[in-house]
């Protein structure tokens, strides 16, 4: 690791150890720069001077950064150039198909066998399937919202984005919901990197992650035997495509689907928190024009970025805007830095509720990786924002907020707030 970039120390010291760092130096895969929140500041500078930028020293190995908007969505689209195969290197900067944490999930796979999978559970998402789950979410919306405390400080994203979450994932995948919380815990082991106070080795994390599978395991052959009605299990086990394949895939898209459906949509809840508190007038501009909110999950996506990357692995000898890339060089699609390209998106570092272009974020990918779960994220997020509005003048945040240490998850642990007063008498 390029240890010149590798402490936490105060932004004013990074700003000038990054403006005295030469190019070829900067090293932007480091999970202390997103938990300080200033790795915006590098991608800036690589956008402007290396927007296809080489990195030979890493704890992730050598990589490349891909860091303007239209480079993210070419890399994106040229599937025979950039493989997402797990037996290529997989989708994240960090995976290998040789370690035990990484197993194959059609997220991981190129064309056919993706279009195979992913067209499986599709149906899950359809338009017709988000009116049925519509009226359970704005139930739990304004169960949850309802018992938050006024005047008191609380934990918003265990109160608020992750209740609301998880309900939503258990009801998605047919699992108990009682049991819902454990989505969620299973989640942040799967993502969680070795090495942590939480997780201080790959055994500490392969045996969370074990109970989670064997729990799964016992469902799937439930309902192999008697498939539930749309669940998502039930389409993989009754479905051609899938209802044979190997137990690691079965655990693969396991994981891609708990980990999908947590943390792209209980970041981006959180991140709205943090976004209205940061630029109260646009929540004044929200509240004066209530057909405004059909922008809010475009726009919370692309400033929120709640996964930071996804990886591509060279499949041949390729050039992109003049740099060479060698056959089996690790390729980084960085979503935050893309998200925040100045060619793009104007003004790009603020929330903007009506930007005219919010939807050109690259948050939940492009072409036949875009996520496949876009359209349940933006349910929970605006019928969430649908009950805020008729109950809370104002959600206040009291502190800083705490972000994830990562360089895949851009989150929030915690998020401490208050609520100072509900709206009388509205409904």
Same mark, same amino acid.
């Given at each position: 690791? +390029?240890?010149?970039?590798?402490?936490?120390?105060?932004?004013?010291?990074y700003?000038?150890?990054?403006?005295?760092?030469?190019?070829?130096r900067?090293n932007?895969?480091?999970a202390?720069?997103?938990?300080?929140?200033?790795?915006s500041? !590098?991608?800036?500078?690589?956008?402007?001077?290396?927007?296809?930028? !080489?990195?030979?020293?890493?704890?992730?190995g050598?990589?490349w950064?891909i860091t303007k &908007?239209e480079?993210?969505?070419?890399?994106?689209?040229?599937?025979?150039?950039?493989?997402?195969?797990?037996?290529?290197?997989?989708?994240?900067i960090?995976?290998?198909?040789?370690?035990?944490?990484?197993?194959?999930?059609?997220?991981?796979?190129?064309?056919?066998?993706h279009?195979?999978q992913?067209?499986?559970?599709?149906?899950?998402?359809?338009?017709?399937r988000?009116?049925?789950?519509?009226?359970?979410?704005?139930?739990?919306?304004?169960?949850?919202?309802?018992?938050?405390?006024i005047?008191?400080?609380?934990?918003?994203?265990?109160?608020v984005?992750?209740?609301?979450?998880?309900r939503?994932? $258990?009801? @998605?995948?047919?699992?108990?919901?009682?049991?819902?919380?454990?989505?969620?815990?299973?989640?942040?082991?799967?993502?969680?990197?070795?090495?942590?106070?939480?997780?201080?080795?790959?055994?500490?994390?392969?045996?969370?992650?074990?109970?989670?599978?064997?729990a799964?395991?016992?469902?799937?052959?439930?309902?192999?035997?008697?498939?539930?009605?749309?669940?998502?299990?039930s389409? @993989?086990?009754?479905?051609?495509?899938?209802?044979?394949?190997?137990?690691?895939?079965?655990?693969?898209?396991?994981?891609?689907?708990i980990?999908?459906?947590? +943390?792209?949509?209980?970041n981006?809840?959180t991140?709205?928190?943090?976004?209205?508190?940061?630029?109260?007038?646009?929540?004044?501009?929200?509240?004066n024009?209530l057909?405004?909110i059909?922008?809010?999950?475009?726009?919370?996506?692309?400033w929120?970025t709640?996964?930071?990357?996804?990886?591509?692995t060279?499949?041949?000898?390729?050039?992109?805007?003049?740099?060479?890339?060698?056959?089996?060089?690790?390729?980084?699609?960085?979503?935050?830095?893309?998200?925040? +390209?100045?060619?793009?998106?104007?003004?790009?570092?603020?929330?903007m509720?009506?930007?005219?272009?919010?939807?050109? &974020?690259? $948050?939940?990918?492009?072409?036949?990786?875009?996520?496949?779960?876009?359209?349940?994220?933006d349910?929970?997020?605006?019928?969430?924002?649908?009950?805020?509005?008729?109950?809370?003048?104002?959600?206040?945040?009291?502190?800083?907020?705490?972000?994830?240490?990562?360089?895949?998850?851009?989150?929030?642990p915690?998020?401490?707030?208050?609520?100072?007063?509900? !709206?009388?008498?509205?409904?």
């Amino acid at each position: 690791m +390029d240890t010149s970039t590798s402490r936490i120390i105060e932004s004013s010291e990074y700003s000038e150890e990054l403006g005295q760092l030469p190019i070829e130096r900067i090293n932007v895969a480091q999970a202390e720069l997103f938990q300080a929140g200033i790795a915006s500041r !590098y991608f800036e500078r690589l956008r402007k001077e290396a927007p296809v930028h !080489y990195c030979a020293d890493s704890m992730f190995g050598p990589y490349w950064s891909i860091t303007k &908007h239209e480079d993210i969505e070419a890399v994106e689209l040229d599937t025979a150039t950039y493989s997402s195969e797990l037996a290529n290197g997989g989708v994240t900067i960090a995976s290998h198909p040789n370690e035990p944490d990484f197993l194959p999930a059609f997220i991981s796979m190129d064309p056919p066998r993706h279009t195979q999978q992913r067209r499986v559970i599709a149906p899950a998402f359809s338009p017709e399937r988000m009116e049925v789950l519509a009226g359970p979410i704005r139930a739990w919306s304004i169960e949850i919202l309802e018992g938050l405390p006024i005047g008191e400080p609380f934990d918003w994203v265990d109160r608020v984005s992750i209740e609301l979450t998880a309900r939503t994932l $258990a009801l @998605l995948l047919g699992f108990p919901q009682e049991r819902s919380r454990d989505l969620i815990r299973w989640s942040e082991a799967m993502v969680a990197m070795v090495g942590t106070e939480a997780f201080p080795t790959i055994a500490d994390k392969l045996r969370v992650m074990k109970e989670c599978f064997d729990a799964f395991d016992d469902i799937w052959e439930e309902r192999r035997r008697s498939p539930a009605d749309a669940d998502l299990i039930s389409m @993989l086990a009754t479905q051609p495509a899938t209802r044979n394949m190997p137990r690691s895939e079965l655990h693969g898209n396991i994981l891609l689907l708990i980990v999908g459906g947590n +943390d792209t949509t209980r970041n981006s809840i959180t991140g709205s928190v943090v976004a209205f508190d940061r630029f109260p007038s646009e929540l004044k501009k929200l509240r004066n024009d209530l057909a405004l909110i059909g922008n809010l999950t475009p726009e919370i996506l692309r400033w929120q970025t709640p996964a930071l990357h996804m990886r591509r692995t060279a499949t041949c000898d390729t050039v992109l805007k003049g740099q060479r890339i060698a056959k089996g060089d690790k390729v980084v699609l960085w979503y935050l830095s893309g998200n925040r +390209d100045e060619d793009v998106f104007e003004r790009a570092d603020q929330f903007m509720i009506d930007r005219p272009n919010a939807r050109r &974020h690259l $948050a939940l990918g492009v072409g036949i990786h875009r996520c496949v779960g876009a359209r349940l994220a933006d349910l929970q997020i605006r019928t969430l924002w649908e009950e805020i509005l008729k109950r809370f003048p104002r959600i206040e945040v009291l502190q800083e907020p705490e972000r994830t240490r990562s360089t895949f998850i851009h989150g929030y642990p915690a998020l401490k707030v208050s609520i100072a007063e509900r !709206y009388r008498d509205r409904s």
